[in-house]
């Protein structure tokens, strides 16, 4: 079992007594794990299912109607009338997920046009597709977290490193490193956006890329202003006076110390990655056409002003989110405080 130094032991002493962020924290750990095992809970293929006496499972594996006593060598629908009797005369049943419905599955039975308000079906309404709106928000909310966290990784890698390159040498290798930001952060990301989505389609990995390239630049300048101060330090020019290789102070000296602040800023990188995301869905140049996003709601909602619910929604969505984000980020930044 790892144990914890007296100084993380103090600073996890200091984030739990901020019962905020603590709370925070716990939340969006459970709809982290919510939001990934979205085939668990919202899905048109059941869990489970029994026929002929063998049991079958949808959600992990793709079965042909053949293979379940039908006659069509394709994948059935589950929902659909014909294969509840067939599955139900081979003594047969089917256990759905708590949302039958999958985030591009429409509901054929709809009592009034899509969009159509909340119902016992359709506890947060459909879209103007007919798509299950709460199964789009699960698996849209998904995409969002996993594209932030992936951009907040790689984005910090590149910053501290050419932060801590900056702040540990100075000299001509800051001053070029400057001026390189200073260039980076001028180009107009948006547009460079808009224009390369006339070559290539938007993707998760492409948008992670071009993104990459330019939000590494938000923790730069917090790990520079570490390392310029932690260089001057007694216990670093002793290292360095002992021969030690510039790697190893790096690493060992004064980069944990930079951490700190580093580390109290990845919640605000986060939701800055989010609505970024969330911003190019909604302008139509993020996921390609018909993912679940949380952008996209947003733009159901603005173009069907009559369904106020698919507005609602996104905002809610996104607002809880953001704001567990902030407040673990501001407990973070009590915890690791050095004035505390």
Same mark, same amino acid.
């Given at each position: 079992?790892?144990?914890?130094?007296?100084?993380?032991?103090? #600073?996890?002493?200091?984030?739990?007594?901020?019962?905020r962020g603590w709370w925070s924290l716990w939340l969006f750990t459970a709809l982290f794990v919510l939001c990934?095992?979205?085939?668990?809970?919202a899905n048109d293929k059941p869990l489970v299912l029994k026929a002929g006496g063998h049991y079958y499972f949808?959600?992990?594996?793709?079965?042909?109607?053949?293979?379940?006593?039908?006659?069509?060598?394709?994948?059935?629908?589950?929902?659909?009338?014909?294969?509840?009797?067939?599955?139900? =005369?081979?003594?047969?049943?089917?256990?759905?997920?708590?949302?039958?419905?999958?985030?591009? *599955?429409?509901? %054929?039975?709809?009592? /009034?046009?899509?969009?159509?308000?909340? *119902?016992? +079906?359709?506890?947060?309404?459909?879209?103007?597709?007919? #798509?299950?709106?709460?199964?789009?928000? &699960? %698996? =849209?909310?998904?995409?969002?977290?996993?594209?932030?966290?992936?951009?907040?990784?790689?984005?910090? +890698? &590149?910053?501290?490193?050419?932060?801590?390159?900056?702040? %540990?040498?100075?000299?001509?290798?800051?001053?070029?490193?400057?001026?390189?930001?200073?260039?980076?952060?001028?180009?107009? +990301?948006?547009?460079?956006?808009? &224009?390369?989505s006339g070559f290539v389609e938007p993707g998760f990995w492409w948008l992670l890329g071009i993104m990459t390239?330019?939000?590494?630049? @938000?923790?730069?300048?917090?790990?520079?202003?570490?390392?310029?101060?932690?260089?001057?330090?007694?216990?670093?020019?002793?290292? /360095?006076?002992?021969?030690?290789?510039?790697?190893?102070? &790096?690493? #060992?000296?004064?980069?944990?110390?930079?951490?700190?602040?580093?580390?109290? %800023?990845?919640?605000?990188?986060?939701?800055?990655?989010?609505?970024?995301?969330? @911003?190019?869905?909604?302008?139509?140049?993020?996921?390609?056409?018909?993912?679940?996003?949380?952008?996209?709601?947003?733009?159901?909602?603005?173009?069907?002003?009559? @369904?106020?619910?698919?507005?609602?929604?996104?905002?809610?969505?996104?607002? +809880?989110?953001?704001?567990?984000?902030?407040?673990?980020?501001?407990?973070? /930044?009590?915890?690791?405080?050095?004035?505390?």
């Amino acid at each position: 079992m790892m144990r914890l130094s007296p100084l993380a032991r103090r #600073r996890l002493e200091r984030f739990r007594k901020n019962r905020r962020g603590w709370w925070s924290l716990w939340l969006f750990t459970a709809l982290f794990v919510l939001c990934l095992g979205a085939e668990l809970v919202a899905n048109d293929k059941p869990l489970v299912l029994k026929a002929g006496g063998h049991y079958y499972f949808p959600v992990l594996q793709r079965y042909t109607e053949q293979q379940l006593g039908g006659v069509l060598p394709f994948q059935p629908d589950y929902r659909s009338d014909y294969v509840r009797k067939l599955v139900a =005369g081979q003594g047969g049943w089917m256990l759905f997920p708590p949302i039958a419905f999958g985030p591009e *599955t429409p509901n %054929y039975e709809l009592a /009034r046009p899509a969009p159509s308000p909340p *119902t016992e +079906v359709n506890w947060l309404g459909t879209d103007d597709q007919a #798509r299950d709106v709460l199964a789009r928000v &699960i %698996y =849209g909310a998904r995409v969002s977290i996993l594209f932030a966290l992936a951009l907040t990784l790689l984005s910090s +890698v &590149i910053g501290v490193a050419a932060g801590a390159l900056q702040g %540990y040498y100075g000299g001509w290798v800051d001053l070029l490193g400057q001026r390189v930001q200073e260039v980076w952060s001028g180009l107009p +990301v948006l547009y460079l956006l808009i &224009i390369l989505s006339g070559f290539v389609e938007p993707g998760f990995w492409w948008l992670l890329g071009i993104m990459t390239l330019f939000s590494w630049l @938000a923790l730069v300048d917090v790990v520079r202003a570490e390392f310029l101060r932690g260089r001057s330090l007694e216990y670093v020019k002793a290292a /360095r006076a002992l021969g030690l290789p510039s790697t190893t102070v &790096i690493v #060992r000296h004064i980069l944990p110390n930079a951490m700190n602040a580093t580390l109290s %800023y990845l919640p605000f990188i986060l939701t800055g990655a989010i609505t970024t995301l969330s @911003a190019l869905d909604f302008l139509g140049f993020g996921m390609p056409a018909g993912s679940a996003s949380l952008g996209e709601l947003i733009g159901q909602g603005k173009q069907n002003l009559q @369904a106020p619910w698919l507005g609602l929604t996104a905002f809610f969505s996104l607002a +809880v989110i953001l704001c567990l984000l902030v407040f673990i980020g501001e407990a973070l /930044r009590d915890a690791f405080d050095p004035r505390a």
